[in-house]
């Protein structure tokens, strides 16, 4: 998986977030500060965070209520970790 394939993750990520109920506007942001962390580490600027350690948290945080958030968030870890991110 490359740059592309992560690129094309970010934004379902995006839409995910997007998606997610207005209960959960919290979650909503955090998601978006994530992507927006990404798009920053795909673009070689440089990172305040551990974009890595940032998606393992909001992992962990969402693994039994967002499964599909989850997977979607372990596909980003593998594809930033292939790439070096």
Do not use: F
């Not at 990520?13 to 978006?32: F, I, N, V």
């Not at 909001?58 to 967002?66: A, F, G, M, N, S």
């Amino acid at each position: 998986m490359g740059k592309q394939a992560l690129q094309a993750s970010i934004s379902e990520l995006r839409r995910a977030a997007a998606d997610l109920p207005d209960p959960e506007m919290q979650l909503r942001g955090r998601l978006h500060r994530i992507a927006d962390e990404l798009d920053s580490a795909m673009a070689d600027e440089p990172m305040e965070n551990d974009v890595q350690a940032s998606v393992r948290e909001l992992v962990t945080d969402l693994d039994v209520q967002h499964p599909g958030l989850t997977r979607l968030l372990d596909q980003i870890l593998l594809t930033l970790s292939n790439l070096d991110i």
